[in-house]
């Protein structure tokens, strides 16, 4: 009897592990793959057992550290959980996550793995469980945690308010990490010890005309007037910017940039976290605001929700701070069925919730139709060419191999100069000199965005460009350098190097969506204003969820200007509003 119950045994155990085999997946080990990212290589290493993923690494020193960075910091652990690389992308951080993606599945395929199976038996779905309702009472509710939204958090922190601050996206920062230049600013004591003379009148009269004077000229007079403070204040957190240039529409030096010269949003972004951090402020992160609660004629808080929640957040007052509507291509389309099938340069998060859930309750939008163009947007990924390249002395061409403009008038002029060509596209022109004096051209190398030739022949013939028509108008445009008088165009900046040095690149580049000027009516202590011309009690608004400040047209470096100026306006008046 025992014999024949050892037999039944083994054999049980037999099949069992027969079955165990069947899961047979992978040969156990680590792999590695590589593959191309935003800013380099992103490199992938798997652990694999018989069954099972059982570690992923992910290293990408080189992507944006807001937006690659996150999906190099998440989906290692995502793809685990899932047990297939084919897990979502990160929404804002595409060109990473594909990269990711590709390397863990050449790296899973090197371990013998069937990536199909593993899709199919995908392990991290989650089940569809009724969401959590959760009430939380505080002050002050800060919308979005882009420049203006974490602005207003360190000022309501500062202030000892109690107060919560949502996102609605996996990252801060939203259109701010995109901001290159710098924050312009009148009368700081960084131009006083330079010896640049500016004032509060030339900021505003600048900043007016820049705005075809469609500008709320109360509005632009306080950014004016406030604009040094606010340089102070920046200071007084350690986000000091003492390097000041010149930019688009300023009577004088006036943008000020961190002092080694790099992009002013990613900069200012981390100083905002890092300071957020050290006060113990937490940030709610995929947490989205859906609509305003009004009690009684007042703001009462807001409804929000995330994957597993839906919450009544009660406050007394609302800041707004949920940037544009430039990734919401509908909504652009709805105001300007012109722009329909323009590509877009927004973060992810700027689809208008903040302007919709405002005019819900009664706001009124001003100059909503007003959407900046920025002319040099690579189309295919969406990136920008920084202005700088046409500022240290590029060309366009159009495909005829012309220059048909000015290239450094204002964007709205150059992105109009672009459409009327053929194809309503252009190639930006420069060479190895400009290269080697420009680091953001080795992001654009890196992404394969250039095409390069030897002689300039040989870069036409590559554009399909006629080479005799691309060579006369290099040597035209080198002559127009050399005795600065630029005839076809008058263009007299960014002539300072002829474009002689082989090898020669081109980028093809159309008009991208970059901001949305209009938005929310506010006044000038950034209090939202309804259709009849009163403040909507406890509702206050700032940065591009807000219209007014920038008119028809918004000068390079008004728009950290406008974040960070308002974002402290609003986060004074929300204050002042508790009390
Ligand atoms: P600004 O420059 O005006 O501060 P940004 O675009 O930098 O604008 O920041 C706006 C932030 O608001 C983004 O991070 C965006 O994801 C976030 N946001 C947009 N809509 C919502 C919403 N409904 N709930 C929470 N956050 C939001």
Redesign the pocket.
Known sequence: MSRIFCLILTMALLLFSVGAYAEVLFVPGTYEAEAKGFGGTVKVTVTVSESEITGVTIEGASETPALGGVAVETMGPAIQKAQTPNVDALSGATVTSKAIIAAATEALEKAGADIAYLDAHRQDAVEDVAKEEKVLETEIVI?????????AAIMAKQAGKDFVI????P???????KATGGMNAAGTHYQKEQGIEDSVELFAKDTMEGGHNLNNPELVQTLAAQSAGAIDWLDTIGANLPKISFSGGASVNRIHAPADGSAVGNYLVDKFSEKLKEMGVEVMLN????ELIMEDGRIAGVK?ESKDANYTIKAKAVIL????FGANLEMIAGFRPDLQGTVTT??????G??IL?AQAVGADLVDIEQIQLHPTVEQTTSMLITESVRGDGAILVNQSGHRFTNELLTRDAVSAAELAQEGQYAYIIFDQHLRDNLGAIEKYVKNGLTVQGDTIEELARKLDIYPNFLTMTLKQWNEAVTSQNDEAFGRTTGMDNTLTTPPYYAIKIAPGIHHTMGGVKINTSAEVIDTNGSAIPGLFA????TGGVHGGNRLGGN?VA??VIF?RIAAESAIEYCK
């Open positions: 919308v979005g945690a882009g420049g203006a939204g974490m602005t949502l996102e609605k996206m990252y801060v920062g939203g259109n701010t990490t947490t989205a605001a859906t929000a701070a949920t940037g544009g927004n973060a992810p998060g700027a689809t919730d903040g859930m700032a940065g591009e969820v728009a406008d974040i974002g």
